[in-house]
């Protein structure tokens, strides 16, 4: 059963912060001290973490990747402070999908493709862009309904695959697909598996991502503010029909996008 978003903001100083979730897949917030100089540098994993101030706080919001190990994390800042956090246990389910055959068993010339295409993904996800940012909510990108697929173990055509990292919204093709709040297109392109993807970098490594495109409608490098048509619904790549796969990340990890959404 799906939570609706809004129950999973809390207002914690002048910010409102989605629902602590610390377990893989999930957010953490870890308070850093006062907020009385320049944004902590602070790094999880080898990858740099988005900060907040906050009530007069500096806050560290944190991606726990699907793979974290659960027990106790640690975070580092550059000043030599370690600040821990515990990763707690949460379940997801299985998902089985029937798709054409070479989406499953890939021939030399495509795993060549998704090879090269793969270091693209990786360098948009995980893409540092130095601003700050008043928070970490985002709007609905299109309407229709959201699946509870994040993380879930997938087979296709009966053989596993790795976890779904998004958020599937059924929507009719050709449906405007709107920027869920500011930032800047960072990579646009059409790859074997996710078919037209637009890239948009919010931030501090906070990242969002949508898939299976019929049209783009922005350029790399444009700078979109929310609310604003970056492409169209379809069925492009790996697809069993028209839907939005919608992917957000931070600091280069997937989370839940349902735990971001500001409306249900």
């Known amino acids: ?22 377990w893989p897949g999930g957010i953490a917030f870890i308070d850093l001290g006062a907020a009385d100089g320049a944004r902590p540098v602070v790094e999880y994993a080898g990858h740099r973490v988005l900060v907040l101030s906050n009530g007069g ?7 726990v990747p699907l793979d974290a190990a659960i027990g106790t994390a640690e975070i580092s800042a550059a000043d030599g402070a370690k600040h821990a956090f515990e990763i707690r246990e949460h379940a997801y389910r299985e998902q089985r999908l029937q798709v054409a055959k070479n989406y499953v068993s890939l ?6 493709r998704v090879g090269n295409e793969r270091k693209v993904i990786d360098a948009a996800l995980t893409n540092w862009r130095d601003v700050s940012l008043d928070g ?6 299109v309407a229709g309904r959201k699946s509870s697929s994040f993380g879930l173990r997938r087979f296709f055509n009966d053989e596993p695959r790795s976890p ?3 958020m599937d919204i059924s ?9 869920p709040r500011g930032g800047v297109i960072t990579t646009t392109g059409d790859f074997y598996f996710n078919g037209n993807t637009v890239f948009v970098d919010h931030g501090q490594g906070f990242v969002t991502m949508y898939c299976h495109l019929s049209e783009i409608t922005v350029a790399e490098g444009q700078v979109v503010g929310e609310g604003e048509i970056i492409g169209l619904v379809g069925a492009t790549g790996r697809a069993t029909g028209p839907h939005l796969h919608f992917g957000t990340y931070m600091n280069g990890t997937a989370v839940d996008p ?5 409306e249900p």
């Open 1 to 22: 059963m799906r939570i609706a978003a809004t129950v999973l903001f809390l207002c914690l100083g002048s910010v409102a912060y989605p629902q602590e979730s610390s």
């Open 57 to 63: 706080r500096w806050h560290a919001v944190i991606g």
């Open 107 to 112: 021939s030399e010339e495509n795993l060549e």
């Open 136 to 141: 970490v909510h985002l709007s609905t990108p």
């Open 164 to 166: 779904h990292k998004g």
């Open 171 to 179: 929507a009719s093709e050709g449906e405007p697909v709107a920027a």
């Open 258 to 262: 349902a735990l971001l959404l500001a």
